[in-house]
């Protein structure tokens, strides 16, 4: 069974790893399409389950989690050490 906005919602590649499809494609993607595709995106997001055995603790370790990267971030000089970012498809 499909998605009702088409196989690659999540497009291109919902396989692949490409963390920047969160990221608005300035190129090809008007404001409100990208909105429409985000809103989208996170009605998908099953990382904190959903409903009523949702993750009790969802919002505050999706708020460590932004801390976390802020601080590793501003602590480190972070770099990819590759040519290219890993594709795990
Ligand atoms: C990145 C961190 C976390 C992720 C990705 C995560 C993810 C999940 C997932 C997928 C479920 C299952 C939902 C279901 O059964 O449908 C769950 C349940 C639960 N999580 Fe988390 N969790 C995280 C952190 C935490 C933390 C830090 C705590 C507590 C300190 C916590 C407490 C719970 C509890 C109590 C449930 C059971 C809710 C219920 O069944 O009523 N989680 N979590």
Redesign the pocket.
Known sequence: MGHPLGKDYLRPGPESFRPERWLRDVDGETEEGYQTRLTAMKHAD?????????????N???M??YKAMATLFLTFDVSYSLPQPRDRS
Do not use: D
């Open positions: 099953l990382m904190f389950g959903a409903g009523k055995r949702v993750c009790l603790e969802r505050i370790s999706i460590e989690t």
